[in-house]
């Protein structure tokens, strides 16, 4: 198995941006809905700030590493 060279982690990381990015705002959209509808946000958004601290602390930890 090869490596990936520069252009493939490049296009890999931006598929990965893009497919956070729609999850965040789909599940922002979702979570909105049911707090207009049932008066919370529900799982919906328990999941979002789940992943957004998830995705906060791996990226401090990772920029911490680099140092």
Known sequence: MRKAD???KSHS???AII??????LA???MAVNSF???GSGGAYFLILMIG?????????FIRHRAM
């Open 52 to 60: 957004m601290i998830i995705f906060f602390l791996s990226n401090m």
């Open 13 to 15: 990381h931006l598929a």
């Open 19 to 24: 497919a956070f990015n729609f999850y965040s």
């Open 6 to 8: 520069e252009m493939e």
């Open 27 to 29: 599940l922002l959209g």
């Open 36 to 38: 207009i509808s049932e």
